[in-house]
């Protein structure tokens, strides 16, 4: 995300920088730990596509309850030049990069 975007959110740390770093390592971890069960075969789906939202309510709503906030940190990391995930803005649909699977094979 560049720096020079301001979130007109309120930080729940106090720190936008801190909370991005958080967000993301939360939203990874879970996005990998569900790929993970996938191909282990141990949940049926057709599709390791899942949105933003449902993340955010699986590990990242009581820490912070505005899924905007999360939303704009999500988004600006599939926009980075390394990007692990891709995002499809208007459904928020999210998938995994080949950087992203090789972060979650780690």
């Not at 930080?11 to 936008?16: C, K, L, Q, Y």
């Not at 057709?46 to 999500?74: G, H, Q």
Request: net charge negative; with cysteine; aromatic share 6%.
């Amino acid at each position: 995300m560049s720096s020079d975007i301001k979130i007109n959110r309120v930080s729940i740390a106090g720190d936008e920088d801190y909370d991005k770093k958080l967000i993301i390592n939360r939203f990874m971890e879970e996005l990998c730990r569900r790929e993970n069960a996938v191909n282990r075969g141990q949940v049926q789906s057709n599709s390791n596509t899942v949105t933003i939202e449902e993340i955010w309510k699986a590990v990242l709503s009581n820490s912070y309850p505005d899924l905007e906030y999360v939303r704009i940190f999500i988004r600006g990391h599939s926009m980075e030049a390394d990007n692990e995930i891709d995002v499809d803005v208007p459904t928020d649909k999210v998938t995994l990069t080949n950087v992203g699977r090789i972060r979650c094979s780690k």
